[in-house]
């Protein structure tokens, strides 16, 4: 079996090496992942609708004018 101490070819983990066990970019199974959902404000409760391609922490709340931040 090939081994990873110097005495052989190495075979097996590491960064890059195509295993396929990652979730990948929205995924998750977190609130809010995705193109979907929507934004909400910290301060006064304000949600809209979030706008794909524009995260929620670059839009401005219509009531009182705080940062958004996701659901």
Do not use: W
Not at 43 to 57: A, D, L, N, R, T
């Amino acid at each position: 079996m090939p081994r990873g101490d110097g005495t052989g070819p190495f075979v097996g983990g590491g960064r890059g090496s195509g295993l396929g066990r990652g979730r990948g970019r929205n995924k998750g199974n977190r609130p809010g992942a995705g193109p979907s959902g929507k934004c909400i404000c910290p301060s006064c409760g304000e949600k809209i609708v979030h706008k794909q391609g524009i995260p929620c922490y670059n839009e401005v709340c219509p009531q009182c004018g705080a940062k958004m931040m996701r659901e």
